[in-house]
């Protein structure tokens, strides 16, 4: 009997406060308990794609773009990203926003995000809430985050979306399916 050996993937992030980089550990966690062979790193501290069969990357969203490092990293590694299995996602305020208005803003995807993913045609792209704190953030962007139906402050991740996108991940590279421990870490 042959077995097929478990896809290697190399799970890579840039944050900015840490949402993106628990984001990161909980598909990395993830795909390890489904069978991968799955490396967790900074995207500044990524390792040789080479022989890396799927790429999982993840940025945090300032400005309306990824960061500067994740942009970076996906320009200077375009060519090897493009003949790679790739999921994106990225970490910002747009999932956690409610009404009408801000949940058609929070669909929207930023132009330059949008660049990237006609770029490198990803498997999947997916923008998650992270965790967003009322303390040092401006009375005008308080405002407009309230505008565009903000409700709270605080840890707005959705763990359950994160756990079915982290599946989604598993099942296109065949993994086994693991037992479900948690929907948190």
């Not at 628990?22 to 062979?37: K, P, S, T």
């Not at 942009?71 to 790679?84: E, F, G, I, P």
């Amino acid at each position: 009997m042959t077995t097929t050996p478990s896809p290697r993937v190399a799970v890579l992030y840039a944050t900015a406060q840490g949402s993106t980089r628990d984001l990161a550990e909980f598909v990395w966690d993830d795909l390890v308990a489904r069978g991968a062979r799955a490396t967790l790193h900074d995207i500044e501290h990524a390792p040789d794609l080479s022989g890396i069969d799927a790429v999982v990357i993840g940025s945090a969203i300032h400005n309306m773009d990824l960061l500067p490092e994740a942009s970076a990293y996906l320009r200077h590694n375009r060519d090897t990203l493009m003949d790679t299995d790739i999921w994106l996602f990225s970490v910002g305020l747009g999932p956690a926003l409610r009404g009408p208005i801000g949940r058609w803003v929070g669909r929207q995807v930023p132009p330059k995000i949008a660049a990237a993913i006609r770029m490198l045609r990803p498997r999947d792209y997916t923008a998650f809430a992270g965790h967003y704190e009322r303390e040092g953030v401006s009375w005008r962007a308080r405002t407009m985050y309230r505008m565009l139906g903000g409700a709270r402050y605080g840890d707005l991740r959705d763990w359950r979306a994160v756990r079915e996108w982290s599946t989604g991940i598993g099942d296109a590279l065949m993994l086994e399916r693991a037992p479900v421990s948690a929907v948190h870490p």
